[in-house]
């Protein structure tokens, strides 16, 4: 079993950034393909970053390329996702995820963290 826990979100002002982190419980997380998504109040939740497990590809939403970076530190167990030039669509819950499966779905999921981006 494995569990997600997010942190780094909060208020901040449009333009501004934050840098999101996920820490994960257990001994495979070098292993897992991770992720980040995100969902907005009355919509979907969406697929925001995601990297494999070697931290050598990355992809991106294209709402996001160019103002957002995923990266992984696996001695600590914890993947990031920097968010720069933050706009208020970006306001949303965040959530980390964990093991990509063959079906197209994550295995693991974090509880969340508020991200608010004022205009």
């Known amino acids: 079993q494995v569990q997600l826990v997010e942190s780094g979100g909060g208020l901040v002002q449009a333009g501004g950034s934050l840098r999101l982190s996920c820490a994960a419980s257990?001994?495979?997380?070098?292993?897992?393909?991770m992720g980040w998504f995100r969902q907005a109040p009355g919509k979907e939740r969406e697929f925001v970053a995601r990297i494999r497990w070697s931290g050598g590809s990355t992809d991106y939403a294209d709402s996001v390329k160019g103002r957002f970076t995923i990266s992984r530190d696996n001695a600590k167990n914890t993947v990031y996702l920097q968010m720069n030039s933050l706009k208020p669509e970006d306001t949303a819950v965040y959530y980390c995820?964990?093991?990509?499966?063959?079906?197209?779905?994550?295995?693991?999921w974090g509880q969340g963290t508020q991200v608010t981006v004022s205009s």
């Open positions: 257990g001994r495979t997380f070098s292993t897992y393909d």
């Open positions: 995820s964990a093991q990509y499966l063959p079906i197209g779905q994550y295995r693991y």
